[in-house]
């Protein structure tokens, strides 16, 4: 009986080692510092998603959720006085610390922002707030809440989300214009490649 158990618990030991895929270090040089870096080096090697083509039937990954969505940058200008708990690049989730403001020090405020799509429109985004009130220091009630805050943090990440995306697209057009310039020339003739 005694043998029975230690050759179980060496087999046991063995699969769930054997399962870990061994230990591979890697040179700081290899990995990136920046989160974004290291979001992109990911997503190049298959370990990430994107929400550009989810439901398209994409086979690639790309990594534009967060580096060019203007709701995802919109919602950090919005919320930038508030501390962030999670902040998930690919799953679309931002999700803050408990925030109190001066005048109410008993009570808390916490967001949680879904993006369910990259277009931007009202409908993209949930917006999910949990109200804390503590009453002593160890009594402490937390309970979701629907009031009109969560429509204006919703309008004012749509308005600044628009803004941000037409500011890209005025980039973009300028950009194309100078390109366009340098291939034709100064008086507006120039070589053209065939």
């Known amino acids: 009986m005694k043998k029975f158990t230690i050759l179980l618990i060496l087999t046991l030991s063995s699969l769930f080692l054997a399962s870990c895929g061994g230990w591979n270090p890697k040179s700081a040089r290899d990995v990136p510092v920046s989160g974004p870096e290291r979001a992109k080096k990911n997503i190049a090697e298959g370990r990430g998603v994107s929400l550009k083509n989810l439901g398209r039937g994409s086979q690639g990954t790309n990594y534009e959720f967060s580096t060019s969505n203007p709701m995802w940058r919109a919602a950090f200008d919005v919320i930038d006085f508030m501390p962030l708990t999670t902040v998930d690049y690919s799953g679309g ?7 109190t403001d001066n005048r ?18 009202a409908d993209s985004l949930k ?8 009453t002593q220091k160890s009594s402490c009630v937390i309970k ?14 749509v308005k600044k989300a628009a803004i941000l995306e037409k500011e890209s697209r ?3 057009g300028n950009k194309r214009e100078k390109e366009d310039k340098k291939k034709k020339g100064f008086f507006g003739f120039g070589k053209d490649k065939k």
């Open 93 to 99: 989730t931002i999700i803050t610390d408990w925030y």
């Open 104 to 121: 109410s020090p008993n009570e808390a405020l916490k967001f949680t922002i879904r993006f369910l799509s990259s277009e931007v429109r």
């Open 127 to 134: 917006i999910i707030i949990h109200r804390k009130i503590c």
């Open 144 to 157: 979701k809440i629907s009031s009109k805050l969560e429509d204006e943090v919703r309008t004012a990440i």
């Open 170 to 172: 005025n980039k973009k």
